[in-house]
């Protein structure tokens, strides 16, 4: 079960790599054409967004991990183990409540969404948009799975790492 | 303000200081706002998906931190620091002052403090602390401030950020941190110098002048890389974000063809790297866009204005006013929070005061980067207390004298706006 979460985060990862990768690519087709064969491509732009958007909300939900995000953590890593169990069960609660209630009306935006297109990839802007609902579902999930190990008194240990954090100041 | 909106910001400093990660906090707690206010809750989906896909200017984000990693992925740092070396380690003091000089050139690369920090931090300690030449302490308290530097000379990542929130060009604002960021440079030099007679700080071995051409050919292809960056950002050649793309392959290319040290496994390790850096900021950048949806239903941006405006504030009392919030709150919270959150709040303040976009945001900056240096929450303490293995206590107590120097530098460019414009003028700016 461990052995297979692993492998799947770096396969996460893998795709999180390669959705950057696709947005440079896209970017330097682009200059190339532009500059070289004064050939406009509107379709690198629309690419490199959608790359962006996915990036992130894939990133967030499959390859970040709990000590790479950031986060306040003076006092979450300050108190004692038993509190810190208290505060994190909190904000597990609060996620999964809030994120769920808001699931259902988030995907019926997403779904709705189906009557546009993207303007030169021609996508479905439903397809596009649906990583905000694998999004949540993932989160949700996630805050799932940690609330029970908190529930069973494990320690989620102190907060951020600070040589892995980059909020990119 | 509503009973809702009062709230959601409970929920959402409550949950950060419980220790959630800072974008989910502002996403739940505008969840909650659009419960209790009755609005539909899918507008949240709405506002992150739209704003996300529709800000293509914050693609130059992921292509300068990608940009930054390729050129580390180059062994560019040893070159860099032994060309720094060359330059002013015959000087008292000489590998302190070369800390510094190596974040001013790497900034020309960077456009973030913790990248720089990061990359340079070990070396760095390593150099300075052999031999009990300082004291790990002071090492790593000189890379965390002059890593500051690093967002303030372009390119650089807040600044991007700025660029959206106030719809200020981005060429501008990175002309206007190229002088402030020298400046500050120069003070921390001068500290360095006043504290090396003192302290009596070792002296490098001088490098012959013979040598100087070679060691300045070794670091070339990092040291134009700001060249390059900067002749098509105001050529017009190319947008700011594919300017960053360009800088992003030069870097590839510099690293694979000149330096020869990098390998498939390297590249996707900078792949890896930078795209886990974007995901982080981007979740920043994604909750403040929700959040700041509600910040604007509820008006907040003009009640403050009309607030500040009764007390009849003039420009110099706003900025002061501004620069000691900034300060403080940058000393509880984080930067690209601040940047994306509080700013906005100020920003038609100064503006209908008068104040300049462009000098307004590179003094926001600044006061963000010196916010990563101040206690209790600074990023680049917490980092440097790791790498350099030291307490937070002792790194803080080497820091100070350097804050000083770098807020009476952000005094002098709060108040001579001319120290920021003037580049910008020079290049055309009607500001």
Known sequence: ?169 | MTLAFGLCLIAIVALSLLGLPIGHAMIAGSILYLFVKGIDPGTAAEQLLNGMYSSFLLLAIPLFILAAEFMNAGAIMDRLLRFCNALVGRFRGGLAHVNVVQSIIFAGMSGSALADAASSGKLMQSLMTRDGRYTPAFAAALTAVSSVIGPIIPPSIPMVLYALISDTSIGYLFLGGVIPGLLIGASQMGLIAITARRRNFPVEAKIPLRELPRITWEAFPALLMPVILFGLLYSGITTPTEAAAAAAAYALLASVLLYRSVGLRDIYNSLNTSARITISIGMLIAGAMVFNYVVTVENIPKSVAAILQAYQLSPFTFLLFANILLLVLGCFLEGTTILLVIVPVLLPTAIALGIDPVHFGVVCVVNIMIGLVTPPYGLLLFLMVKIGQVSLTELVREVLPFLWAMIIALALMTFVPEIVLWLPRVFGYKG
């Open chain 1, 1 to 169: 079960m461990q052995s297979l979460g692993a492998w799947l985060r770096r396969r996460a990862e893998n795709v999180a790599a390669a959705m950057l990768a696709v947005m440079f690519a896209a970017f330097i087709i682009q200059i190339v054409f532009r500059y070289f064969f004064n050939f406009p491509t509107g379709w690198t732009t629309e690419l490199t967004v959608i790359m962006w958007l996915w990036l992130v909300l894939w990133g967030s939900a499959f390859v970040l991990g709990e000590k790479e995000e950031i986060r306040f953590d003076l006092i979450y890593s300050a108190v004692r183990p038993r509190v810190r169990i208290g505060m994190a069960i909190v904000c597990a609660l609060a996620i999964i409540g809030l994120y769920g209630a808001s699931l259902p009306a988030s995907y019926s935006y997403v779904t709705f969404m189906k009557v546009e297109k993207a303007s030169y990839l021609k996508i479905r802007m439903d397809w596009l948009y649906s990583i905000y609902v694998i999004f949540l579902v993932a989160i949700i999930v996630r805050y799932l799975w940690l609330l029970s190990r908190l529930l069973r008194g494990e320690d989620p240990e102190a907060g951020t790492d600070p040589t892995k954090v980059s909020s990119g100041l």
